[in-house]
């Protein structure tokens, strides 16, 4: 049984850092993974992906502040994702998706926001307050 749970969000001020895991139960190292967010009255935006090689793409509105890992080291179809958040600011608001696809997912996060990943966690919330 495929399984994605995430952890770690919560509020924190302006500034501030977090960090989310994703546990991902059932599923092989080697395909595309990513995260993602939604806030209301927004849509999904796709702000990270990582692929079976480590090769990692951000969106330009989290690239420098954000950096996406991933701990496959088991190896028995148990991978665990990180998403370290530095530098935090109000507009990163929003609930916090990790989501797995085939590996060709990962060739453009531009256009990962209109593919169907297929697995998806329950999602965490951010909040950031100024």
């Known amino acids: 049984q495929v399984q994605l749970v995430e952890s770690g969000g919560g509020s924190v001020q302006a500034g501030g850092s977090l960090r989310l895991s994703c546990a991902a139960s059932?599923?092989?190292?080697?395909?595309?993974w990513g995260w993602f967010r939604r806030t209301p009255g927004h849509g999904r935006e796709g702000i990270a992906l990582?692929?079976?090689?480590?090769?990692?793409?951000?969106?330009?509105s989290v690239a420098g502040r954000f950096t996406f890992s991933r701990d496959d080291a088991r190896n028995d179809l148990h991978v665990t994702l990180y998403l370290q958040m530095t530098d935090l600011i109000p507009e990163d608001t929003a609930t916090y998706y990790c989501?797995?696809?085939?590996?060709?997912?990962?060739?453009?996060?531009?256009?990962?926001?209109?593919?169907?990943?297929?697995?998806w966690g329950q999602g965490t919330q951010v909040t950031v307050s100024p």
């Open positions: 059932g599923l092989t190292a080697n395909r595309c």
């Open positions: 990582i692929d079976g090689d480590d090769k990692t793409q951000y969106a330009a």
């Open positions: 989501a797995a696809g085939p590996t060709w997912f990962c060739q453009n996060l531009n256009r990962a926001e209109d593919l169907n990943f297929g697995y």
